[in-house]
């Protein structure tokens, strides 16, 4: 139903700031919830976004609060993960992901039925 490709992740240092860009292929995309998940290696996928089909609806980690934005452009198929102030531990593979079955969708990787394959930030101190 739908392909997700993310981009934008590479290497900052610690207070800098980055925009992801996952990009979906598919029809189906302005009735997905979206989200972005990251993950290291040896470590359990973390949440970190979520947006409902039409933007109006946000939540976010605490860890992520205040620094990170998800956006979306359902006219473009994209979806936007602005970080700023980042730390060392906001280093890990980004993950986007959508839930072809709800609005808006929950915390857990389980909720998502589409993934991408990852951009790499890696965050210096």
């Known amino acids: 139903q739908v392909q997700l490709v993310e981009s934008g992740g590479g290497l900052v240092q610690a207070g800098d700031s980055l925009r992801l860009s996952c990009a979906a292929s598919?029809?189906?995309?302005?009735?997905?919830?979206m989200a972005w998940f990251r993950q290291d290696p040896g470590k359990e996928r973390e949440f970190v976004a979520t947006?409902?089909?039409?933007?109006?609806?946000?939540v976010y980690a605490d860890s992520v609060k205040g620094r990170f934005t998800i956006s979306r452009d359902n006219a473009k198929n994209t979806v936007y993960l602005q970080m700023n102030s980042l730390k060392p531990d906001d280093t890990a593979v980004y993950f986007c992901?959508?839930?072809?079955?709800?609005?808006?969708?929950?915390?857990?990787?389980?909720?998502?039925?589409?993934w991408g394959q990852g951009t790499q930030v890696t965050v210096s101190a």
């Open positions: 598919g029809r189906g995309f302005s009735a997905y919830a």
């Open positions: 947006i409902s089909r039409d933007g109006g609806s946000t």
């Open positions: 992901a959508a839930d072809s079955r709800s609005g808006i969708s929950g915390t857990y990787p389980i909720h998502y039925d589409y």
